[in-house]
Structure formats: structure tokens, C-alpha cells
């Protein structure tokens, strides 16, 4: 072992002692290196991020994962007034219950306590007696009793909701999902023609409803106003009219010509007068009245060219349906363009009937 040392040393020696003293620096480093190394994979840095929240939900996702086993769904520990729409989804209850929890948040309501999660629609004995134990309400609501009535915002005037806008309804107490519904079924043509039909818009309940009922004043319809048989009758071309023109003519108020208009621009324009009788809620009286003083100015039809009209255009008419427009293009995809709107009939893609109302609204061109 001396020999060794004496001739590491005597080969050291050999160095110049600049050389000497760079082999003692570049040591020193070596070691200095190997000590932090040691030092910072001991270290635990301290995070300046409070990640209690994150482990609490990671157990429960790990809990989940492990009671699930093969996928399954499983019962386990939840708030009904927090759960994500993510975790409710891996919870063992049925999808229509689950879908109703979130709605039933999304308009503001809260539960108190896990009896309250007997109101939500679906929820019988059996079901709540499994999950009960499952439910915890994190705090406590410092709202007024759930069964209290609510006053309106605004007590002032009265609101139609025929023509009310999102931020009268606000003023008298809807909240923004009721609100949004009742709008919603409006564009839909719905009308209200009792105070009562606000029943059945969904989120709007008989306790709420007792509550506006006194501030709600419905106009009578114009389409329910008796009819002046002496008014002067006119002659309306229904392709150009607008809605000044159409009110013009006995029985048509502001509620049916924008009816008309809207379903003229989804035909296209009419054809034939007679599929005014295809306008919502349109009455035969009422187009037998004014039959002889409208025409239909087939020129001015918007045509669907047959080649060229992708889905969203085809499926937008009100005559095609979504069987017939995916047989349409497969048709279209397989075999080419189409020669003439015949090939519609004679290829079975649509049945005769539908084709005799749509042949006016079809080109090849």
C-alpha cells in the first residue's frame, strides 16, 4: 500500500504546481457538488400552496376508483350543493335524478339538510333511505325558510308575460332560469292566455306562481279579438308582405303575421295559400275569411340547390326530416349529382307526398 502512495506521490511531484493546485481546486469541486446533491435531495421544499383541498379531492376520486372496481358505479360520501357535475356523474344513482340535482341548483335552490333531497324529482323512499347516510351538507343556508313565499323585487305596475323582457321578469322576481324558460317557450310561438299557463314553464311552482299572480295582466290576443266584419279587406301577396301588411287583412294580428313570416322564411316563400294552415295554431275560419284576398307570388321562392345544400341547409326546411336528408347525401355521395329532382321519388329517398310539396323549393342547376 506504501508503494502505491509513494508513487501516486512521486508521479504528483511530476506536475508543475500550477497544474498542482488546479488538481486540489477541481477536488474541492467535485466534493462540494456531491455534498449539495446529498443536501438538496434531502431537502422538502415547503410549498407556498395550501394543497389540503386537492388531496381531500383526490382521495375520494382514489376511494371512488377503488370501490369501483371494473368501472362500475358505486355510492360514496357527497354534497348535494357542491359535487361537480364530474363526481356526480361516477355517482350509483339514476342519470334523470342526477340531471334534476343540477337543475334544480342551477335555479338557485339549495338543501338545508338530507331531507330536502326528497323534493328532487325521482327520489323516492327506497332511493333516499340507500344515499342518506352517503349525504353531507358542508354549512348551513342563512336563507329564509325554503317554504316562505318570496316577495317580486318589484312590487310597481304589472308585466304581460306575453311581451315582458328578461329584465322586467327579473324586477318581479324570476329568477334567471325561469326567466330564460318563459322566453324560450315564447320563441317557440307558446302564448299565455291565462294567467295559469305560467304553470308550465319548468322551474315556475305554485308557490312562486301565488306570489307574482297578482302583478301579471295578460293582453288579449289579437288573434282572439272578435272580428270587425265590416273592415275594409285587402289583397296581400304573402312572399312580399311584411307584418304592417298581413295585420291588414280580418283575424291576422301582430302575434300571427310574425308567425307567418317566421315560417315563410324556413319555407322559403309559399307556393300556395293554403299552407298558411301549416302556421301554428292558424285557424281554418280564419283562412277561409281571407282565402280570396291573398295570393302567392311563386317567382320569388328561395330554390335549394340539390348538389350543392349541405345538412344544416336541407335539414333547416321544414319538409325534409333528418332520415331523409342523411339518404339525400349518401345518394348524392355515392352516385354523383343529381339529373333531376325526380331521382328524389324514383330512388326512394323521399316518399311521394313529402316530394310533391318540396318539388317547388328544389333546383339541379
Known amino acids: 500500500m506504501s508503494k502505491k502512495i509513494r508513487y501516486f506521490w512521486e508521479n504528483y511531484n511530476n506536475f508543475s504546481k500550477s497544474d498542482r493546485n488546479a488538481i486540489l481546486i477541481l477536488g474541492v469541486l467535485i466534493?462540494?457538488?456531491v455534498i449539495a446533491n446529498i443536501i438538496v435531495n434531502n431537502i422538502q421544499p415547503k410549498s407556498k400552496f395550501n394543497t389540503a383541498e386537492y388531496e381531500r379531492l383526490l382521495r375520494n376520486l382514489n376511494l371512488q376508483n377503488n370501490n369501483s372496481g371494473s368501472?362500475?358505479?358505486?355510492?360514496f360520501v357527497f354534497?348535494?350543493?357542491?359535487?361537480?357535475?364530474?363526481?356526480?356523474?361516477?355517482l350509483d344513482l339514476p342519470e334523470n335524478i342526477k340531471r334534476?340535482?343540477?337543475?334544480?341548483?342551477?335555479?338557485?335552490?339549495?338543501?338545508?339538510?338530507?331531507?330536502?333531497?326528497?323534493?328532487?324529482?325521482?327520489?323516492?323512499?327506497?332511493?333516499?333511505?340507500?344515499?342518506?347516510e352517503y349525504v353531507v351538507i358542508s354549512e348551513k343556508l342563512d336563507s329564509v325558510d325554503s317554504n316562505q313565499i318570496v316577495k317580486p323585487k318589484s312590487i310597481n305596475g304589472v308585466?304581460?308575460?306575453?311581451?315582458?323582457?328578461?329584465?322586467?321578469?327579473i324586477d318581479f322576481g324570476f329568477n334567471s332560469f325561469q326567466a330564460n324558460n318563459l322566453i324560450n317557450f315564447r320563441s317557440k310561438a307558446g302564448v299565455f292566455r291565462s294567467k295559469n299557463d305560467l304553470l308550465k314553464i319548468y322551474g315556475i311552482d305554485s308557490v312562486f306562481f301565488k306570489s307574482i299572480e297578482n302583478y301579471i295582466q295578460i293582453e288579449v290576443l289579437d288573434e282572439l279579438k272578435p272580428i270587425n266584419v265590416n273592415?275594409?279587406?285587402?289583397?296581400v301577396e304573402l312572399n312580399s308582405a311584411d307584418s304592417t301588411k298581413?295585420?291588414?287583412?280580418?283575424g291576422i294580428g301582430s302575434v300571427f303575421a310574425n308567425r307567418i313570416l317566421k315560417y315563410r322564411d324556413l319555407l322559403g316563400g309559399f307556393y300556395s295559400t293554403s299552407q298558411l294552415l301549416e302556421v301554428y295554431n292558424f285557424p281554418v275560419e280564419t283562412f277561409q275569411k281571407i282565402e280570396k284576398n291573398i295570393s302567392a307570388d311563386t317567382i320569388t321562392i328561395k330554390k335549394i340547390r340539390l348538389n350543392f345544400a349541405e345538412y344544416p341547409e336541407l335539414i333547416r326546411h321544414p319538409y325534409f326530416n333528418k332520415k331523409?336528408?342523411?339518404?339525400?347525401?349518401?345518394?348524392?355521395?355515392?352516385?354523383?349529382s343529381f339529373q333531376n329532382i325526380n331521382q328524389l321519388n324514383s330512388n326512394g329517398l323521399i316518399d311521394s307526398e313529402t316530394f310533391l310539396k318540396l318539388r317547388p323549393y328544389l333546383t339541379c342547376r
Open 31 to 33: 466534493l462540494l457538488s
Open 71 to 75: 368501472g362500475s358505479k358505486t355510492l
Open 79 to 90: 354534497d348535494p350543493n357542491t359535487i361537480i357535475p364530474e363526481m356526480l356523474d361516477s
Open 100 to 132: 334534476n340535482i343540477l337543475n334544480y341548483r342551477k335555479a338557485g335552490g339549495r338543501f338545508n339538510n338530507p331531507s330536502q333531497l326528497r323534493k328532487i324529482y325521482g327520489i323516492n323512499d327506497s332511493i333516499f333511505a340507500a344515499i342518506e
Open 159 to 169: 308585466f304581460d308575460p306575453n311581451i315582458a323582457d328578461f329584465n322586467q321578469l
Open 231 to 235: 273592415s275594409v279587406l285587402v289583397h
Open 246 to 250: 298581413l295585420v291588414q287583412l280580418t
Open 324 to 336: 331523409q336528408v342523411e339518404a339525400i347525401i349518401k345518394f348524392r355521395n355515392k352516385n354523383g
